[in-house]
Each structure stands twice: as C-alpha cells, then as structure tokens.
C-alpha cells in the first residue's frame, strides 16, 4: 500500500522535464497493485473463514469496479476543467489536473492509516516464507541425488554425441 501512496506524488511532479518518472512509476505500480490485489484476496479469505467467500469476494470486486467507474467520469469531467490552469514554482510548470493527483495523495495516507486497524493472523511471516521457498529450492537437488546424476550423465552423452557427429562429417 506504501507503493501505491508514494507512486501517485510523482504523478504530481511530473511534466515536459519529467518524463523519466514514468519508468518509476511502472514499476512501483506494477509491484504494488500486484500486492494490493493479492492482499485484498487472501484478507477476505482470511476475514471471511468458513462463509461463503466467494460470494462476498464477488461483491467487494463488483463495488470496487462501480466505484472505480464513477470515479473515472467524475475525474474525467473535473480533470477536463482543472486543466486549464497552470502555474509555475521554482522553474517547474504545474497544471490543474495535477491537484486531483495530490488529493489522490492525501487520501491514500489516510487510507493507510484506517488500513493498520485491520487485523489478522498471521500465519508466517514473508521472511519466512521467501526462506522456506529458497531453501526448498536449493535442497532438491541434495534431496534427488540420483535424479541430478542422470540428468548429468544424459548431458554428457549428448555432448559426446554433438562432438562424435561433427568428427565425422569432418573424416
């Protein structure tokens, strides 16, 4: 969620001089939307144990897409209006649609803050998991030592092959 709030203040720095801040912005967009989606998913599971679930994921997502329409046309309308304004700061020129992003900014940190009520149990931690995914990883081969030996032994065949074929059309 911090992705997503520190994303939108470079929407409200960013003109003409300042087109590299969009490689910035894909990229904590895509990481952070990425986990706000996820996490919107596995909360309500968490949230919602032993009810019907998808019933109420379905309705979270049907009223966020509503609301993301509404909010679309009405920022469409206002940003259409804002943006026949401009000033200038410091040598950096700003324009009226970049108020809604620095509004958007604001109530994203407000967001943050009601977001830290929400409590749930917390299984493992990510450290944990990152750790056991790695280590899990990393043992298989030591887990399959014979699957490792035939892997190599049908490698070194095939080389040997590669090279016995290319020794004879020399010949």
């Known amino acids: 969620m911090f992705g997503a709030f520190i994303k939108i203040i470079l929407w409200v720095f960013m003109n003409e001089q300042t087109v590299y801040l969009l490689y ?22 968490d949230l919602l144990d032993g009810v019907n679930t998808e019933s109420y994921y379905a309705l979270l997502s049907f009223a966020n ?6 909010g679309s046309l009405a920022g469409g309308f206002l940003a259409s209006y804002l943006n026949r304004f401009g000033w200038e700061i410091l040598g950096m020129r ?63 065949r095939k080389r040997k092959k590669g090279r016995s074929d290319v020794d004879e059309k020399d010949d």
Not at 24 to 45: E, H, K, P, R, Y
Not at 65 to 70: E, I, P, R, T
């Open 94 to 156: 700003f324009y009226g649609i970049q108020i809604l992003f620095f509004v958007t900014f604001v109530l994203r940190g407000l967001s943050l803050f009601l977001l830290r009520r929400v409590k749930t149990r917390k299984e493992r931690s990510v450290a944990g998991m990152i750790f056991n995914s790695a280590a899990v990883i990393a043992n298989r081969l030591a887990a399959r030592p014979r699957e490792m030996v035939d892997i190599l032994v049908q490698l070194n």
């Open 65 to 70: 897409g509503g609301a993301a329409l509404v």
């Open 24 to 45: 910035v912005d894909t990229l904590i967009g895509t990481i952070s939307w990425s986990a706000i989606n996820l996490c919107l998913f596995t909360t309500m599971l």
